[in-house]
């Protein structure tokens, strides 16, 4: 999985849950060429291989020990990690969504991962309980209708996607949709305090928390929810609730299209040329979790934007780990967290590979892209409830 050797990155991915999926076990090889897999040598698997076009290389079993004995070694900054079994995913997303709607959903297919679409029917009828990783779909959980409203109040996807979601919260049983995506939000907050891995971008990361910390408040003007929002609500904001972020100041402003000041994209002052962002390096042995979730061939991966950009640094908790950072901006990127039993990692911006992805946009064609250290980071989040855990050291 080195950034010379393997010739995509992204199949590979696939090739790991295949082979998991087959009941064999995997070693991930944290920080040894580019977090490779250890395999087992079966016809069927090499021939997998050379059918999706996925590089590999055949060694003995004395070259394997020989590897596993130089990963072993405290000298080394690196670790292997056991993957035992397929995770079962979940992907969160509206009825209708085109697969490139969404980066999580195209990637997965492109590598030929299976997946479920669920949504809020599912979600509150408790089906999260069948899968092991949930990924959040570009989706509002504040009832504001994505803050679309400036831009795009007139427009007939605008209006008709208002309609089918005021529509589901009634047959739900809800007055508002604000109040029935609150419900769908501590559904997943349930689901991760549990023991649940979940994954969102782009305006899923900061509108979920903003839910959390807004419950029972009402924070909708009319245009949204058919009645004033509630005097002086930013007062009433609870942080405790929400799983990343703190202190954000709410925009009260429905022709903004910004939902508070965790998001760094109106004040982003970055030429397209100079935007990447630095993965952190952590150690493989006493920090194995953010190290699985940062294997790449590079530690410097190419920015790109969306609703939700990035985060500023001074509004994630203490408590989360900043797994990617562009210092230049001060924001933050990539980050993960604890909550209960359950792990959370949110990822900024819309698309790793379409540097500003606007409404109508043509799809990106992986096939372009089959090296992508962008992409790489979710599919490092897909496989990761596979591993067999280690107690965390610090």
Same mark, same amino acid.
């Given at each position: 999985?080195?950034?010379?050797?393997?010739?995509?990155?992204? $199949?590979?991915?696939?090739?790991?849950?295949?082979?998991?999926?087959?009941?064999? $076990?995997?070693?991930?090889?944290?920080?040894?060429? =580019?977090?490779?897999?250890?395999?087992?040598?079966?016809?069927?698997?090499?021939?997998?291989? $050379?059918?999706? /076009?996925?590089?590999?290389?055949?060694?003995?079993? =004395?070259? @394997?020990?020989?590897?596993?004995?130089?990963?072993?070694?405290?000298?080394?900054?690196?670790?292997?990690?056991?993957?035992?079994?397929?995770?079962?995913? @979940?992907?969160?997303?509206?009825? =209708?969504?085109? *697969?490139?709607?969404?980066?999580?959903?195209?990637?997965?297919?492109? @590598?030929?991962?299976?997946?479920?679409?669920?949504?809020?029917?599912?979600?509150?009828?408790?089906?999260?309980?069948?899968?092991?990783?949930?990924?959040?779909?570009?989706?509002?959980?504040?009832?504001?209708?994505?803050?679309?409203?400036?831009?795009?109040?007139?427009?007939?996807?605008?209006?008709?996607?208002?309609?089918?979601?005021?529509?589901?919260?009634?047959?739900?049983?809800?007055?508002?949709?604000?109040?029935?995506?609150?419900?769908?939000?501590?559904?997943?907050?349930?689901?991760?305090?549990?023991?649940?891995?979940?994954?969102?971008?782009?305006?899923?990361?900061?509108?979920?928390?903003?839910?959390?910390?807004?419950?029972?408040?009402?924070?909708?003007?009319?245009?949204?929810?058919?009645?004033?929002?509630?005097?002086?609500?930013?007062?009433?904001?609870?942080?405790?609730?929400?799983?990343?972020?703190?202190?954000?100041?709410?925009?009260?402003?429905?022709?903004?299209?910004?939902?508070?000041?965790?998001?760094?994209?109106?004040?982003?002052?970055? *030429?397209?040329?100079?935007?990447?962002?630095?993965?952190?390096?952590?150690?493989?042995?006493?920090?194995?979790?953010?190290?699985?979730?940062?294997?790449?061939?590079?530690?410097?991966?190419?920015?790109?934007?969306?609703?939700?950009?990035?985060?500023?640094?001074?509004?994630?908790?203490?408590?989360?780990?900043?797994?990617?950072?562009?210092?230049?901006?001060?924001? @933050?990127?990539?980050?993960? =967290?604890?909550?209960?039993?359950?792990?959370?990692?949110?990822?900024? /911006?819309?698309?790793?590979?379409?540097?500003?992805?606007?409404?109508?946009?043509? *799809?990106?064609?992986?096939?372009?892209?089959?090296?992508? *250290?962008?992409?790489?980071?979710?599919?490092?989040?897909?496989?990761?409830?596979?591993?067999?855990?280690?107690?965390?050291?610090?």
């Amino acid at each position: 999985m080195d950034d010379t050797s393997q010739v995509n990155h992204l $199949k590979a991915y696939g090739i790991t849950y295949w082979t998991l999926d087959k009941d064999y $076990k995997v070693s991930w090889l944290l920080n040894y060429r =580019g977090g490779s897999f250890l395999l087992p040598d079966r016809e069927e698997i090499r021939r997998e291989c $050379k059918i999706r /076009g996925v590089s590999f290389e055949i060694i003995t079993d =004395g070259e @394997a020990n020989a590897i596993l004995d130089e990963i072993s070694s405290p000298s080394q900054n690196k670790e292997t990690v056991i993957l035992e079994k397929a995770p079962k995913i @979940a992907v969160y997303s509206p009825p =209708g969504k085109q *697969p490139w709607d969404d980066a999580v959903t195209m990637v997965l297919t492109y @590598a030929e991962i299976p997946f479920t679409t669920i949504y809020d029917e599912e979600v509150l009828n408790d089906a999260l309980l069948l899968y092991d990783w949930l990924h959040l779909h570009h989706e509002d959980f504040t009832g504001q209708y994505g803050k679309f409203f400036g831009a795009y109040r007139n427009a007939p996807w605008y209006l008709e996607q208002k309609r089918e979601a005021e529509e589901l919260a009634q047959r739900l049983g809800y007055s508002k949709v604000s109040e029935e995506k609150m419900a769908v939000a501590d559904k997943i907050r349930d689901y991760v305090v549990g023991g649940g891995f979940m994954f969102a971008m782009c305006s899923a990361t900061d509108t979920f928390d903003i839910a959390l910390a807004a419950e029972d408040v009402d924070i909708c003007e009319p245009m949204f929810d058919g009645d004033p929002s509630e005097p002086n609500y930013q007062s009433k904001i609870d942080y405790n609730n929400s799983f990343a972020f703190k202190n954000f100041i709410l925009e009260r402003s429905p022709m903004v299209y910004e939902f508070s000041d965790i998001d760094t994209t109106n004040d982003r002052k970055i *030429p397209f040329e100079q935007d990447y962002f630095t993965l952190m390096e952590y150690s493989a042995k006493w920090d194995p979790v953010p190290t699985m979730l940062c294997q790449n061939h590079t530690q410097l991966v190419k920015g790109f934007m969306g609703q939700t950009t990035a985060y500023r640094a001074d509004r994630v908790k203490s408590n989360v780990l900043v797994m990617g950072m562009n210092k230049l901006n001060n924001e @933050a990127r990539y980050i993960h =967290g604890t909550k209960g039993k359950g792990m959370f990692t949110f990822y900024g /911006g819309h698309d790793p590979e379409d540097y500003q992805h606007r409404v109508g946009d043509a *799809p990106t064609v992986l096939d372009l892209h089959p090296n992508s *250290p962008g992409y790489r980071l979710i599919l490092n989040n897909v496989l990761f409830p596979a591993a067999r855990k280690k107690k965390q050291k610090t």
